[in-house]
T-cell receptor
């Protein structure tokens, strides 16, 4: 079945690292995505990782994937106040020649001074 | 990355009316999808918009309530029919395929409030 879970809230101090965790259940997921949603805005694609990779780094973002445990994490280094937002992980499954996404519940990240 | 424009960006609608949301992409894409995000919730896939054929709907969504068109590789519409307050949501268009490959992008969303 398709079920993606995230913790609802995370609070960190500016300059610290943030780690947002995600678990999924469908082992046939091809890609796993991280999106950011700021208040009143749409979804911004942050990064994604292919299911046969363990890690992907992109500037301040590091994605770790443990396929055996179906666990995905997003680490944000040197977290800034502008990183305050809701972060969604999503797993993709084949659908009609493309990939449909099943989203997690979203983690609200609050960055404090 | 693909640039996705949605119209309207926001609207307040009367109960019982219908509203059509447009999604325009600046390049040809393979796949277009429509998602719904209810207040304070995550996103749920409504349907896959298929070019030249009927959309593929997810469980819980039907064509009579959410008719979808996709006349070409850059444009799609979603209609929310006979609206009720429960339809108050953000409706987001999503695209995948050339030139974005495996990346999946979202528009800014259409924020609908039904009164």
């Amino acid at each position: 079945g398709e079920d993606v879970e995230q913790s609802l809230f995370l609070s960190v101090r500016e300059g610290d690292s943030s780690v947002i965790n995600c678990t999924y259940t469908d082992s046939s997921s091809t890609y796993l995505y991280w999106y950011k949603q700021e208040p009143g805005a749409g979804l911004q694609l942050l990064t994604y990782i292919f299911s046969n990779m363990d890690m992907k780094q992109d500037q301040r973002l590091t994605v770790l994937l443990n396929k055996k445990d179906k666990h995905l994490s997003l680490r944000i280094a040197d977290t800034q106040t502008g990183d305050s937002a809701i972060y969604f992980c999503a797993e993709s499954l084949p659908a009609g020649g493309g990939n449909k996404l099943t989203f997690g519940t979203g983690t609200q990240l609050k960055v404090e001074l | 990355s693909a640039v996705i424009s949605q119209k309207p960006s926001r609207d307040i609608c009367q109960r019982g009316t219908s509203l059509t949301i447009q999604c325009q992409v600046d390049s040809q894409v393979t796949m277009m999808f429509w998602y719904r995000q209810q207040p304070g919730q995550s996103l749920t896939l409504i349907a896959t918009a298929n070019q030249g054929s009927e959309a593929t709907y997810e469980s819980g969504f039907v064509i009579d309530k959410f008719p979808i068109s996709r006349p070409n590789l850059t444009f799609s519409t979603l209609t929310v029919s006979n609206m009720s307050p429960e339809d108050s949501s953000i409706y987001l268009c999503s695209v995948q395929g050339a030139p974005s490959g495996n990346t999946i992008y979202f528009g800014e969303g259409s924020w609908l409030t039904v009164v």
